[in-house]
């Protein structure tokens, strides 16, 4: 048990490298600031994910693996799979985690939670582990308001419709929580909302 655990951790380390490398392709392929996918949204939304599988009872280990490639068919090819990420990544993570030594049921269940983190298109969530990526992005989304402002000053956007994209962003992502996420994120989403017109 604690060789496999220590093989899990080295191959998990490997996977962290890959994943990390290809957000700075994506981060260049789309002229955005070197590094920003990884550090504002690839990492906020593991960090949130695993602190709510702790809260609510999942398997930690889905869940990294999960939060870590929910979005990478979108750094593979953002144009041909934006719309089908939610499908794509997890069939374009299968080999990389059987080259990584993980077995099909392991990678049965994050294929389930790649799935289901798109609460706009997937409604129905199954497991506790799906529910804790789709809400990790989503509070992500809702934490990193000021990062998404900024990036849309990069763009060259106004301020109205910063304003108005990152309110709707902000309003959109709450929405989408469980209902005990609601409730954990009650506050700060309040909060947040005022400093919007
Ligand atoms: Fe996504
Ligand atoms: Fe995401």
């Given at each position: 048990m604690a060789r496999l655990k220590g093989t899990f951790m080295k191959n998990l380390e490997k996977l962290y490298k890959l994943v990390e490398a290809q957000s700075k392709a994506y981060d260049k392929h789309e002229k955005v600031k070197d590094g920003q996918t990884w550090k504002y949204h690839l990492l906020p939304v593991i960090k949130n994910s695993l602190m709510l599988a702790k809260r609510y009872g999942g398997d930690v280990e889905v869940v990294e693996v999960a939060a870590l490639f929910h979005d990478y068919a979108n750094l593979v090819d953002f144009e041909k799979y934006s719309e089908t990420h939610h499908i794509a990544s997890g069939e374009l993570a299968e080999p990389i985690l059987l080259a990584h030594g993980y077995g099909p049921a392991f990678i049965d269940k994050v294929k389930k939670c790649i799935y289901s983190h798109r609460a706009s298109v997937v409604k129905?969530?199954?497991?506790v582990e799906e529910v804790c990526l789709a809400d990790g992005d989503a509070i992500t989304h809702i934490n990193n308001a000021f990062e998404i402002i900024m990036w849309m000053g990069y763009r060259g956007d106004s301020i109205e419709d910063a304003n108005a994209f990152v309110k709707r962003k902000i309003q959109k992502s709450y929405a989408k929580l469980s209902e005990e996420s609601k409730e954990y994120m009650k506050d700060k989403y309040e909060a947040i909302l005022k400093i919007f017109y």
């Open positions: 129905q969530k199954f497991s």
